[in-house]
């Protein structure tokens, strides 16, 4: 996995969703991440030390190619408006879903 900025991560993730939209999907995860790249000790050592602020970790998968990226506390509004962006950019191809007016209806078919 390769850890990017966060514009060479925008950028990519826009060829990311081009080229999946020909043949195939791809998937974005984003978690809280504190610094640690290890899993906790065991019971018996020193805990890992609290971070003074917590991060987001985005992931960007598709069938071969992974993506990843940390964004800082201060810059998550920023990231998120253009992270927003390339997803409406790329989401044009959607089928709209029919919807039933009542159960009943549904119920039959």
């Known amino acids: ?11 990519q993730l826009t060829l990311l969703a081009q080229s999946a939209r020909k043949d195939s ?11 640690h790249d290890r899993p906790k000790p065991r019971e018996g050592k020193a805990p890992l030390p609290k971070p003074a602020e917590y991060s987001c970790l985005i992931r960007a998968r598709s069938r071969s ?8 506390r201060d810059e998550v509004a ?8 390339v997803l409406k950019s790329s989401m044009d191809g959607l089928k709209k879903v029919k919807k039933v007016k ?7 078919g």
């Open 1 to 11: 996995m390769v850890l990017l900025t966060n514009e060479e991560f925008l950028s």
């Open 102 to 108: 009542n159960k009943a209806k549904a119920a039959q």
């Open 65 to 72: 190619k992974k993506l990843s990226t940390v964004v800082k």
């Open 78 to 85: 920023k990231f998120m408006e253009s992270y927003s962006k």
């Open 25 to 35: 999907s791809f998937t974005v995860t984003i978690k809280r991440y504190d610094g």
